[in-house]
C-alpha cells in the first residue's frame, strides 16, 4: 500500500529553506504533483524578500462553482494575492515578516491543493 502525503513535500521544503536561509536568493521553481496540480514557486516582481506560490488545478472552475475561493480566502487570509497569470490561486510571503512557527507557514502553504 502506498500512503501519499496530503501536502507536497518538495514545496514544503523549498519554502523551509528559503525561510532559514540567510542569504535571500532568487526563486523560479515548478513542481507537478502526482494528481496534476501544478505550483509555481518565485518572487514577487524580483524583490527576493516576498516569495509567490501558485497553484493550478485542471478542475480549478469546478471547484469554484462550490466555494472554493471563499474557502481558500478564509484559510489563507493575508497570504492570499493576485492571481499569477495561468495559475488557479496565488499566495504571497513576506520574508521579511515571518512568524515564530516558519516550518508551520511552510506546511500551510504546502497544503494548499487539500
Do not use: C, W
Request: aromatic fraction near 10%; charged fraction near 25%; proline fraction near 2%.
Amino acid at each position: 500500500m502506498i500512503l501519499l502525503e496530503f501536502h507536497n513535500r518538495i514545496l514544503e521544503e523549498a519554502l523551509l529553506s528559503r525561510f532559514n536561509s540567510d542569504k535571500k536568493e532568487a526563486v523560479d521553481l515548478t513542481i507537478a504533483d502526482f494528481d496534476g496540480v501544478l505550483f509555481h514557486i518565485t518572487n514577487a516582481d524580483g524583490d527576493k524578500n516576498k516569495i509567490i506560490v501558485s497553484a493550478s488545478v485542471k478542475f480549478y472552475p469546478e471547484l469554484a462553482k462550490y466555494g472554493v475561493n471563499e474557502y481558500l480566502q478564509k484559510q489563507y487570509g493575508d497570504l492570499v494575492t493576485s492571481t499569477e497569470s495561468g495559475y488557479d490561486f496565488s499566495l504571497l510571503v513576506n520574508m521579511e515578516s515571518l512568524p515564530a512557527d516558519k516550518a508551520g507557514l511552510a506546511r500551510k502553504v504546502a497544503l494548499l491543493k487539500r
